[in-house]
């Protein structure tokens, strides 16, 4: 037998590989923003688990019947939408390997920083560090609290916190009786 191919997809595929091969051609190719914020050692680090994990996806038989996240679970996520009337069964299995690897490579971010402050543990300052430096989770930017500041110890061991800044400056001053012409 043979295959009919359509030409539409023909011609989608060659552009899918031509702006795959050009892609590649560029500084850092389909990495360019892997190592973004990281430096040495750990900028090599993360090139190597971005490596590993495509030819993983690329190259590997894979067990779709294990997950490291529950289907079922990101299933009931995709539908809050309410736009989603209907979800594949490839979808799901999709979003746990993105949600994977993002886990993933946000922890290694954290710990990156975690070590860099010469810590073991975890903490959320950690995270909250990672996602600043690299643009890609700019998406982030509300949903992550912000560091907060430490209290400032004195003589006498007495802790004092400095009086939080209003996020809108005091508008006393606009408030000024108008002056008559």
Request: hydrophobic content about 40%.
């Amino acid at each position: 037998t043979q295959t009919v191919v359509d030409e539409a997809e023909l011609l989608a595929a060659q552009a899918a590989a031509e702006a795959a091969a050009a892609q590649q051609q560029q500084p850092g190719g389909a990495f360019n923003n892997v190592g973004q914020g990281l430096t040495g050692k750990f900028r090599d680090m993360m090139m190597q688990y971005w490596q590993e994990t495509i030819n993983l996806i690329e190259h590997d038989d894979h067990d779709f019947k294990n997950h490291q996240l529950p289907l079922a679970r990101i299933k009931k996520v995709m539908k809050t939408d309410e736009d989603v009337r209907m979800i594949s069964a490839e979808a799901p299995i999709l979003f746990a390997k993105g949600c994977d690897v993002f886990i993933t490579e946000l922890t290694m971010r954290a710990w990156i920083h975690a070590e860099e402050n010469k810590r073991r543990t975890l903490q959320k300052s950690d995270i909250a560090a990672a996602l600043t430096k690299s643009d890609m989770f700019d998406f982030l930017i509300d949903v992550v609290p912000r560091e907060e500041e430490k209290p400032k110890k004195f003589a006498g061991n007495r802790t004092y916190m400095s009086q939080p800044q209003p996020s809108i400056p005091h508008q006393a001053h606009l408030q000024q009786p108008h002056q008559s012409s």
